[in-house]
């Protein structure tokens, strides 16, 4: 095999940093480096394949045939090259640090407990958490950028092994102002007459709450307000009459204090899984299974 024609990580980084940063000077920018140097590495890539790699229509750069196969290549092969830099650095300092993800909910509500008593146990070890979206996530798990996730939706990939961890469901809740604050209970052809306060379309809870609505022919529901927080969409229903459709381990220690109320859908539950995730290749991970271990207690 001919190696000496491949083409560099340079011009790998310079058009995914175009194509993800919106042109050549915010690639600049990204990258550290002068406009001149981005133009010039994108020109030895396309010199390397012999085909135009991006064109400009109407003022902006786009991606031609070509690219997008490049741009596919470029991505896998550069995070791929981030996750074997990260294992070399951990092979030489040991594995002592895990890598953690979780969907927000479980950030904001389940994870600060489990993160305190693991410090306090394990206090060799540290976990190095965020927080992102299912389906990014769930990439992350795949290409070895994470050692381990938690999430409200079971990744489908090969190389991931799923185990689950809870059970939980979504609760219909209000303020206690609302109307139906007072052992309300509604059937679910009245859902459509409420007014909701959602989380937005790409978290999980939506994406569950909405493949369940599905199930019962219920296509839409009226939304007041969609927001990226289940914080904040609590304290929206203590100071405005609309209701929300949310995980139970989020709410169930306002409902119990009368802060927010429960409202029953007769005949109709929303059943919710919560899962551990992780790449079948990081199934001797020590700290992943101290972890572990703590989860399930």
Known sequence: ???KNLPDMAGWAALRAVVEHGGVTEAAKKLKVGQ????????????????????RVGGRLRLTAAGEKVYAVAVA???????????????????TTLRLETSFSIAEH?????????AKRFSKYKIDSRVGYNRKIQTHVATGQVDLALLEIAPDHPDILVQKWKDDELWLVCGPKHPLAQGGRVGIEHLSELSYVLRERRSAVRETLEEALRAVGISKLPVALEVGSTDAIMEILMREPHVSLLPRFVVADRVARGRLARIEISNFR??????????RSKLDHPVAEAFIKLLRE
């Open 1 to 3: 095999m001919e190696y």
């Open 270 to 279: 929303i059943p919710v899984q919560l899962w551990i995730a992780r790449h």
């Open 110 to 118: 389940l994870l600060p407990d489990y993160l305190l008593r693991f």
């Open 77 to 95: 092969t550069l995070d791929r090259q981030w996750v074997l830099r990260e294992e070399l650095r951990r092979l030489e300092i040991g594995e």
């Open 36 to 55: 001149p140097a981005i133009t010039k590495r994108l020109r030895a890539l396309e010199n390397c394949y012999g085909m135009a790699l991006v064109e």
